[in-house]
């Protein structure tokens, strides 16, 4: 499966952008999803994941209560809805997609076997 990362760009400290990942090639809703995101100088760190239905969604501490996590199957889409930025979100944010039948969204980004190029989100103080 091949997925394209976009939504990406500048804003200001509390505002918000909306993330999308767009699959192709495979059927996307026998993924699970997940984003992730790497800072200058910082590894690559879990931010959500999404279960295959969509019934099941992780965040990790940072994010939780402000970044919403999504999927519509009959788009082959994932999305990550980010509410009240902070300039430490600041990063380039990689969707993935994992072919696994027996996890839910992992938040290890070894667990993953489909990478999208990135979109880069710099939120300014």
């Known amino acids: 499966v091949q997925l394209q990362a976009s939504g990406g760009g500048l804003v200001q400290a509390g505002g918000s952008l909306r993330l999308s990942c767009a699959a192709s090639?495979?059927?996307?809703?026998?993924?699970?999803g997940g984003w992730f995101r790497q800072a200058p100088g910082k590894e690559r760190a879990f931010v959500s994941s999404?279960?295959?239905?969509?019934?099941?969604?992780y965040y990790a501490a940072p994010v939780k209560g402000r970044f919403t996590i999504s999927r519509d199957n009959a788009k082959n889409t994932v999305y990550l809805q980010m509410n009240s930025l902070k300039p430490e979100d600041t990063a380039v944010y990689y969707c993935?997609?994992?072919?696994?039948?027996?996890?839910?969204?992992?938040?290890?980004?070894?667990?993953?076997?489909?990478w999208g190029q990135g979109t880069l989100v710099t939120v300014s103080s």
């Open positions: 090639g495979r059927t996307f809703s026998n993924y699970a």
């Open positions: 993935a997609a994992d072919r696994s039948s027996i996890r839910y969204g992992s938040t290890n980004p070894r667990d993953y076997d489909y």
């Open positions: 999404i279960s295959r239905s969509g019934g099941i969604t």
